[in-house]
């Protein structure tokens, strides 16, 4: 009876076994260990296209003897077990309606190469054409004007490498064509004047974009140096939060913690920062608390607390991706963040986040790049990346809290693009 | 009494045997698996290592043209987007295989990278980036061993047919396992001559032919002896995209005396040119040897175009109390320094590339692979300044 009993055990067991073995099935080796075909692929095109010959060659007559050559550069390039396929689409537009014609395909192996292989593409233009761009004006009809922090009376701090010069003109050819008016502020004085609603140049203060290129460091106009000096100068980035919110702003800061510092080379000639870098007056925690409360147009108050976290290394969000290739802004995709801001601010300060304005991906309630907007007017676009900045991140910020279209024009005759396709297979083993 | 005693000894015995073989097979599904998983984050990180080498710069970006160590590692030429590697900074690795090279007059080693006859690469040892530098700067130090492998995708291969006059060259252009018919060939020959003074001058012969089905050609030159003539020859070979390039060379020395080419600063692309006898002394007679330097910039077009450096003539002595010669070149420019000397009425040229490009130099950088359980390799095609190379990235774990 024992006997028996224990027979059914060991059909139970038999069976757990048959199951577990049915639904425990580890990808063949050749999936996961194999050479990434798809980034030697990528790599094998470029290097290629590298001096347009093979957009040359693409546009050739398929009787051409140039596409033996590209055969053999093909069959150089790629280890001995790997089998291509490349293929060439003429790419059309008739009535929006985007066609693809089979233009020709060389190869290296017989027949379908498999489920197993994988492929890259690239788009080739024949070298008599000509592609231009026409950037939208952020504001529509009511266009915003883009201010650039460029004191030359201001130090920076954590743009190590960089000075704010330097970033202010990359920022300006970065983003000047999105807008109608791009202003350098070449002193704490001209600044002075945004403050206090002076236009520069007869702009439109009103919802403008307002970038420091100093980093951590806030540059301060000497008489709001004399007039805000309270609480080592916190009450002047809480006027600087009402500011925000009073025109309707955008805040921009590049990189680590906000308004950590103010800035002015004359004023503060004698004072440094702590870590010996003079023209600079260490504000603390204090500064970032004082402009939120000020944005959120509640009273002044000090709060010298420390709200940010250090969540590592962050990666971009889905929109950060797609909104990369739009506008061709290639910062790294993973970056470190030690000044990320925390999401309890929005509920404190009445700031809210829209799906589609954040850089990074949130980890753990910490926010390493978003544009944090005011119900009540003004926003605040915070990069809480650790030093030294990428500038094209703020950039990218910018351009994904705006969505200026970008309109693509193309001059020349129809055809005059063609898509590449690379398509590789490795022979052997699994 | 005895029927169920057995009944229950039977049964017991059945099922420790069957649980001892579920046990095993489990045991083996589980081995499988975590091996499974090791193998796939090596994979991963050989993926990742990749991308950072040829896809990043590294920090500060032009590290490749300076003499301090970097903050981030990466290959990536700064001024170029996609797989487009600084040929500056892959000369700044302290390549394995090659030997090391006392010279007495600096008090410095240098690694010679192996180039072969009539080409010298050496650099200096305490200016190059070792393997264990770039392993911490990549994060992996202790954790993966990796082994970087950078040669030109195309093989040219330059060798003389003819002993005598009129020179006749050989030139063979392949790939990886098939020749290459119908490539574009770009040829200088550098014929050291005198005409006046001590110094030798460089007669210039220049020319483009195409490979025939068998991926070869052949060069002639009847102005020059390939027997009675010191001569270096370059050749680019051109096919579809891929750019690859070979050379010789021949002197008509008849010591063993040549002049030694060692970097000396990145930064400022000094090149100390000495006497070979203060490497390596061969014996008696020791000529002093009267050299002329040239720099030659590799343009978009694969010609070699001369640029003028100062002091590029002079003269090195064999031992003590004798300087060395030194030029210093343009250091932000890939390119060729050829050196031809003479003593006497014998010459000799010798030729290093800035960057390792120009003259198709390989890299093989990191520890040994072999011996290692599991090695993941993951490859990428890279343009080196103008010339085609691949990479070659071996990965493995260090914590079997």
């Known amino acids: 009876m024992r006997t028996i009993e224990v027979l059914f055990v060991i059909i139970i067991i038999l069976g757990a076994f048959m199951i577990t073995t049915y639904f425990a099935v580890l990808p063949s080796p050749r999936q996961i260990f194999g050479t990434n075909l798809r980034e030697l692929a990528v790599s094998a095109l470029q290097t290629l296209d590298a001096n347009y010959d093979l957009s040359a060659i693409v546009f050739t007559d398929a009787s051409d003897s140039v596409w033996g050559a590209l055969q053999k550069a093909l069959s150089a390039s790629l280890p001995p077990n790997i089998v291509f396929n490349l293929t060439v689409f003429n790419i059309t537009s008739s009535g929006g309606v985007v066609t693809y014609h089979l233009v020709n395909s060389i190869s290296n192996a017989e027949g379908d190469l498999g489920v197993g292989s994988e492929s890259a593409s690239c788009l080739v233009t024949s070298s008599e054409v000509t592609f231009g761009i026409t950037p939208e004006k952020i504001g529509g009809e009511n266009p915003r004007t883009l201010y650039i922090l460029n004191c030359n009376d201001a130090n920076g701090w954590w743009i190590t490498g960089y000075t704010a010069q330097t970033l202010a003109s990359d920022l300006h050819n970065l983003l000047s064509p999105y807008f109608q008016t791009t202003i350098l502020v070449n002193t704490t004085s001209q600044l002075g004047l945004l403050l206090d609603g002076t236009p520069l140049a007869g702009e439109d203060l009103e919802g403008a974009v307002v970038i420091n290129t100093c980093g951590e460091a806030v540059p301060i106009p000497s008489g709001y140096a004399d007039q805000y000096s309270q609480d080592s100068y916190a009450r002047y980035c809480y006027v600087l939060g009402q500011r925000v919110n009073q025109y309707n702003w955008t805040w921009v800061s590049i990189v680590g913690y906000p308004l950590y510092y103010v800035t002015n080379t004359a004023k503060f000639a004698g004072s440094q920062n702590t870590w010996g870098i003079y023209g600079m007056v260490h504000v603390g925690a204090g500064g970032l608390n004082a402009f939120l409360r000020g944005i959120d147009n509640k009273g002044y108050s000090y709060d010298g607390s420390w709200i940010t976290g250090s969540p590592g290394v962050v990666q971009f969000s889905s929109y950060a991706f797609d909104l990369s290739n739009y506008y061709g802004l290639y910062p790294s995709p993973y970056q470190t963040a030690t000044r990320a801001l925390p999401n309890w601010i929005m509920s404190t300060y009445h700031l809210s986040v829209r799906p589609s304005d954040y850089v990074f991906d949130p980890v753990s309630g910490w926010i390493a790049g978003a544009t944090f907007s005011h119900q009540g007017g003004g926003a605040l676009t915070a990069i809480g990346l650790t030093r030294i900045p990428d500038i094209r991140v703020s950039a990218l910020a910018l351009l994904m809290y705006y969505r200026p279209n970008i309109y693509r024009t193309e001059f020349g005759a129809s055809g005059a693009s063609r898509l590449v396709i690379l398509q590789l297979a490795q022979q052997g083993g699994t | ?400």
């Open chain 2, 1 to 400: 009494m005895a029927g169920p005693t057995i009944d229950h000894m039977v049964s017991i015995t059945v099922l420790i045997a069957a649980l001892l073989l579920s046990f095993a097979v489990y045991n083996q599904i589980l081995v499988n698996a975590i091996a499974y998983e090791r193998h796939r984050q090596v994979a991963m990180k050989a993926m990742d290592l990749m991308d950072t080498i040829c896809l990043s710069p590294g920090n500060p970006p032009d590290w490749g043209q300076s003499n301090s160590t970097p903050l981030g590692f990466g290959l990536q030429d700064p001024e170029s987007a996609g797989y487009t590697l600084n040929a500056f900074s892959i000369m700044r690795l302290l390549a394995t295989g090659g030997g090391l090279v006392y010279y007495p007059k600096t008090g410095k080693w240098y690694n010679n990278i192996s180039m072969g006859e009539g080409g010298y690469l050496l650099v200096p040892i305490a200016d190059s980036i070792n393997y264990t530098t770039v392993a911490e700067l990549l994060g992996i130090n202790g954790s993966y061993g990796f082994q970087l492998t950078i040669t030109p995708t195309v093989s040219v291969s330059v060798s003389q047919v003819n002993p005598n006059n009129p020179l006749r060259f050989k030139v063979e252009v392949r790939g990886p396992g098939l020749a290459l018919g119908g490539a574009i060939l770009n040829y200088n020959l550098y014929h050291a001559i005198r005409r006046s003074g001590n110094y030798p001058q460089v007669e210039i012969f220049s020319g483009t032919t195409l490979t025939d089905s068998a991926g070869l050609a052949f060069l002639e030159f009847s102005s020059v002896d390939g027997l009675e003539d010191a001569y270096s020859i370059i050749v680019y070979a051109y096919i579809g995209g891929l750019v690859g390039v070979g050379y010789n060379f021949h002197e008509t020395m008849e010591t063993e005396e040549d002049i030694i080419p060692f970097i000396e600063s990145f930064e400022e692309g000094i090149i100390i040119l000495a006497h070979n006898y203060d490497v390596h002394f061969f014996g008696p007679p020791e000529h002093a040897l009267f050299y002329n330097a040239t720099f030659f910039l590799l343009t978009e077009d694969f010609e070699l175009q001369p640029v003028h450096i100062d002091n590029s003539t002079g003269k090195v002595v064999y031992g003590q109390g004798w300087p060395y010669g030194q030029v210093q070149i343009p250091a932000s420019q890939p390119g060729i320094l050829l050196v031809t000397y003479r003593t006497g009425d014998d010459f000799g040229t010798v030729m290093m590339p800035w960057g390792i490009s120009t003259l198709g130099v390989s890299i093989t950088f990191g520890d040994e692979p072999s011996g290692n359980e599991w090695v993941a390799t993951e490859i990428r095609q890279v343009i080196v300044n103008e010339i085609s190379y691949q990479v070659k990235l071996a990965v493995w774990s260090l914590k079997d």
